[in-house]
């Protein structure tokens, strides 16, 4: 069925230092790639989103790119500060019906 | 603008006992989804609702979760009889007409199956 795989699924990095995670996907139909942070309690929020016809997205400090060819996408955090902790979700489906299937999260721990 | 509402925030119940959910979502939002969180895990999509009409409940175990939109506004969520492995937030989102991508989550509910 479809499956969306994500890793890191727990990362550490220094205040200041950049952050990476990846997720592939494996419906080709998928043209709806979102991010999603959840802080411990709370509910997820939409961070930046990439549709496919877009290989990469900026918006201040995070950016996402896409690889169709290869089924995969990347979130990059630049300038980590701590508030950037939290549970970070990756997700892959259509933008026409609105089904997403979630990666399985990535914890990432930014140390002050 | 209000957010998803849901309640409660917090269940916990025995195995084989009943739990309904409640949602209200974003004024105005057409189409609404229920989710099920178990912890460490990434959201799994449960059934979603265009107004009052099921779009996609492939994932729903029916034969103990069940869930309705009437008026295409709130929604409900039930299990009847829960299990331990029942035990999850569940989390409703809700999406403006023409935009299904754009899911607004809900606080979710916490449940605890004893």
């Known amino acids: 069925g479809e499956n969306v795989e994500q890793h890191p699924s727990t990362l550490s990095v220094q205040e200041g230092d950049s952050a990476v995670i990846k997720c592939t996907y494996s419906?080709?139909?998928?043209?709806?790639f979102p991010w999603y942070k959840q802080e411990l309690g709370k509910r997820p929020q939409l961070i930046i989103d990439?549709?496919?016809?877009?290989g990469e997205k900026k918006d201040q400090r995070i950016a996402v790119t896409l690889n169709k060819t290869a089924k995969h996408f990347s979130l990059h955090i630049t300038e980590t500060q701590p508030e950037d902790s939290a549970v970070y979700f990756c997700?892959?489906?259509?933008?026409?019906?609105?089904?997403?299937?979630f990666g399985q999260g990535t914890t990432l721990q930014v140390k002050p | 603008e209000a957010g998803v509402a849901q309640s409660p925030r917090y269940k916990i119940i025995e195995k084989r006992q009943s739990v309904a959910f409640w949602c209200n979502p974003i004024?105005?939002?057409?189409?609404l989804y229920w989710y099920q969180q178990i912890l460490g895990q990434g959201p799994k999509l449960l059934i979603q609702?265009?107004?009052?009409?099921?779009?996609?409940d492939s994932q729903l175990p029916k034969d103990r979760f069940s869930a309705e939109r009437l008026k295409g506004v709130d929604s409900t969520l039930k299990i009847q009889p829960a299990k331990l492995e029942d035990s999850a937030v569940y989390l409703c989102?809700?999406?403006?007409?023409?935009?299904?991508?754009?899911?607004?989550f809900g606080p979710g509910t916490r449940l605890t199956v004893t």
């Open positions: 989102a809700s999406s403006p007409s023409g935009k299904s991508y754009e899911q607004y």
């Open positions: 419906d080709s139909a998928s043209n709806y």
């Open positions: 990439i549709r496919s016809n877009v």
């Open positions: 997700a892959a489906g259509s933008s026409n019906t609105g089904k997403l299937i």
């Open positions: 004024s105005g939002h057409a189409t």
């Open positions: 609702f265009q107004n009052n009409g099921v779009v996609d």
